[in-house]
Nanobody, 126 residues
């Protein structure tokens, strides 16, 4: 069982940056991890994912070039660095984890993840 807790959300002006953290209660080694977000009135959508090795990452087109994902397995933390934020990035951001099939595998749909955090709010003002 892995418990995930997100932090780092807040209110930022457009063009600004935030770094989200996802702290895991157990070891994250061998877990692929990802970030998803859900805006009011919209379905949860994929943002970014990272394989358990950290060697493979993938981003939604809407955040590619602005967001980076990384992990620190020694401290069981995953990060989402968000730069050049836009008002359309406003959402509750969730981290997720699941057993990775291979060292390069990551999931891009919410159905592929077993463990979820409760989310952290990110609000970008124009």
């Amino acid at each position: 069982q892995v418990r995930l807790v997100e932090s780092g959300g807040g209110l930022v002006q457009a063009g600004g940056s935030l770094r989200l953290s996802c702290a895991a209660s157990g070891r994250t080694f061998l877990y692929a991890m990802g970030w998803f977000r859900q805006a009011p009135g919209k379905e949860r959508e994929f943002v970014a994912a990272i394989s358990w090795s950290g060697g493979s990452t993938y981003f939604a087109d809407s955040v590619k070039g602005r967001f980076t994902i990384s992990r620190d397995d020694a401290n069981n933390i995953m990060y989402l660095q968000m730069n050049s934020l836009k008002p359309e990035d406003t959402a509750v951001y969730y981290c997720a984890a699941t057993t990775g099939y291979t060292s390069s595998w990551y999931g891009v749909s919410s159905a592929e993840y077993r463990y979820w955090g409760r989310g952290t709010q990110v609000t970008v003002s124009s």
